[in-house]
């Protein structure tokens, strides 16, 4: 079975603060991670997924497999970055994707 | 982009009744899409998996008979809530995969709100 913990439901920063979002899983097998967001009244979008190691937003995620975590980390938080993000794991040979519960982040101007 | 559209965006339909969502690709072909289920301020659960031209196959825990799903073309899926109840009110979202097998990455549609009376 697969499954995603995230464990902080909100987090709440002041601007230009850095943020880090937890993500913990759990899946027997080679995983494809992925972090989601979804901004106030929009429908969920992909962030960034693992196997493109690469910054979006100024956001950056590493996936470390021995502490089985793909935690989210911006610098430099901005007011723009409140919403909600979703930590996310698809196994191989599949799309389906289980989700984390889900991290509400609110920055503070 | 690729785009995943709902429809509607909302519904409130009496309790005993049936109520069908709609899911469309709309520049892109989707051989699978996906169904989640959102209860407010809880994590999307996935409910099913949509196959254009069989069956769908569901998670554990999900009644097949009380949710209706049909994907009879590479751009259109639908969930059909059937004999909805109160309990069945939720947040219902699809997603397809877009890019070449195996990609891994969805786009989601806006999601569908059902209140059932």
């Known amino acids: 079975a697969q499954r995603v913990t995230q464990p902080e439901k909100l987090l709440s920063v002041f601007k230009g603060a850095p943020v880090e979002l937890k993500c913990n899983y759990s899946?027997?097998?080679?995983?494809?991670l992925f972090w989601y967001v979804q901004y106030s009244r929009q429908r969920l979008q992909l962030l960034l997924r693992?196997?493109s190691r690469e910054s979006i937003k100024g956001f950056t995620a590493d996936l470390n497999k021995g502490e089985t975590s793909f935690h989210l980390k911006k610098p430099f938080a901005q007011e723009e970055d409140s919403a909600m993000y979703y930590c996310a794991l698809s196994g191989s040979g599949g799309n389906k994707l289980t989700f984390g519960g889900g991290t509400r982040v609110l920055v503070k101007p | 982009g690729a785009v995943v559209s709902q429809h509607p965006s909302w519904v409130i339909c009496k309790s005993g009744t049936s109520v069908k969502i709609e899911c469309r690709s709309l520049?892109?072909?989707?051989?699978?899409m996906f169904w989640y289920r959102q209860f407010p301020k809880q994590s999307l659960m996935l409910m099913a998996t949509?196959?254009?031209?069989?069956?769908?196959?569901?998670e554990q825990g999900v009644e097949k008979d009380k949710f209706l799903i049909n994907h009879a073309s590479l751009t259109l899926s639908t969930l059909t809530v059937t004999s909805a109840h109160p309990e069945d009110s939720s947040f219902y979202i699809c997603?397809?995969?877009?890019?070449?097998?195996?990609?891994?990455?969805?786009?989601f549609g806006a999601g569908s709100r059902l209140t059932v009376l």
């Open positions: 997603s397809a995969s877009v890019g070449s097998s195996g990609a891994n990455v969805l786009t």
């Open positions: 949509s196959n254009e031209g069989s069956k769908a196959t569901y």
């Open positions: 899946y027997s097998g080679s995983p494809e």
């Open positions: 693992h196997i």
């Open positions: 520049d892109f072909q989707a051989t699978t």
